[in-house]
């Protein structure tokens, strides 16, 4: 939408909202459907059980495709390629992998900066949409897409969908960073519905105790097969659910995550309440290539939507290394990006040939750890992986968030329910002290809420200073 047709959405009444939210979706659905969606579906759909040098063969095909039209049609790329000497010659006779090594990383701060030169000029990829999403400085950046972009995208939703064995149409809620209705309301509805695409959007700004039981009433009504979005909000839910024994009206055939760390005890609370099976999901706005579970549970990079590069930061001592993520995406040629520092960790194993035993060709790692950013760092651990194992098998912690606020200050908020004790939270300090180190002060917060964060995500983990450059 629009900023101005935005600010009239927020005024209207929810019928309006309603239907101004079907018409987007139908609008939508025009732009996902057609000959490409249908053709690049039917491939990613055999290319999966292929075998992975079949997957490993289109991944090459795909990057030279990508770097030969973005040395043709992207200002910004050409550059780069001049500077290297490198012509669409070398790209055609030469190792697509080596050429990519050869250029330089695109930081979040060029990709805001020369965006328009990073865009494709070829005049068979005229934009039909445009994704507003915000840098790490908070400054908006604007990725334009085109028609087949769009249609790709939705083809490689269907085939997650298809991992999670969900049926070509069905009912579905999603819980996102998106206003949908006025954040001051205190009163339900707190969702709008798409009828074109039976989606039922449901607000996360909203979810207080006061709240939660009209949104349950509702998720019973409506009874969705398919659920997604933010974690923090399904695990707000899950609690509800399990502490007031509830029992749910439907059975949802699956739930996925995205946007936020979850956490294994989030998802362990999650599956309970609603009986079924959480799938995490990492892709970004800005187009990144996807990482996917399996009915194992275990992340996946989808290595025909992109190449994966890696700058390791750690080393735990256990077989795997936690690693910056560095991202060329196939997913849309309009705004190519190429060695993109998203930003993000993870958790790889360093046998890059170990196998998932669901069989898949596409290669494992051990979990995604979440924003650079936040990652925590202290002299005496450097860079912390996952802090989610502290939280294990403690009780009467509803939330928590842990910050960093200098190199040896740490904060824990949390918000206790009446099983908490102060052993508890004793054992919680003593956790997180093994994890970062005994040279940290630790205080520990009972706060009545935590607040979210920007686009409504809730971050768990937050470090409050930057670190300085021989630290990164
Ligand atoms: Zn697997």
Known sequence: MTKMIE??????????????????????????????????YQQLSKLQTNGHSNIEAYQKNRLKTLLQESMQYSTYYKKLFDTQNINQVD??????????NKLPYLEKENLRQYNREICSADKSRPAVGIIHTSGTTGAPMSIEY????????????????????LPKKFKSVRFSGRIIVDPNTKKAPFWVYNIVNKQL???????????????IEKLNHYKPEFLDGY??????????????????????????TTAETLFDHHRVTIEKAFGCKVYNQYASSEGAPWIVECKLGVPHLWIDTGVFEFIDQSDNHDGTVNSELVVTSFRNFKTPLIRYRIGDVICRYKDEKKKCACGS?????????GRQDDILFTKDKGHIGRLDPAYKGLTGIRQSKIIQKT?????????????FTAEIGKKLLQNIHDRVGVNVSITLLKVDSIPLGKNGKFKSVERQFKLESKEL
């Open 7 to 40: 600010s009239l959405y927020r005024v209207m009444p929810h019928w309006v909202k309603n239907l101004m939210v079907s018409v987007y979706g139908l609008k939508d659905h025009i732009k996902g459907n057609g000959k490409y969606y249908l053709l690049y």
């Open 91 to 100: 790209i055609s006779a030469g190792s697509a992998n080596k050429i990519l």
């Open 146 to 165: 085109d028609s087949q972009s769009k249609q790709g995208t939705k083809a490689e939703w269907r085939r997650y969908y298809d991992w999670m064995g």
């Open 201 to 215: 959007f449901m607000s996360t700004y909203h979810l207080s105790e006061d709240n939660i039981s009209s949104y």
């Open 231 to 256: 974690p923090s909000a399904f695990h707000i839910l899950a609690q509800y659910i399990l502490a007031n024994n509830i029992k749910l009206k439907f059975k949802p055939l699956a739930i996925s």
């Open 361 to 369: 060709s596409y290669p494992m790692i051990k979990s995604i750890i």
């Open 407 to 419: 190199i040896d200050t740490i904060d824990v908020l949390i918000v206790a329910d009446k099983n």
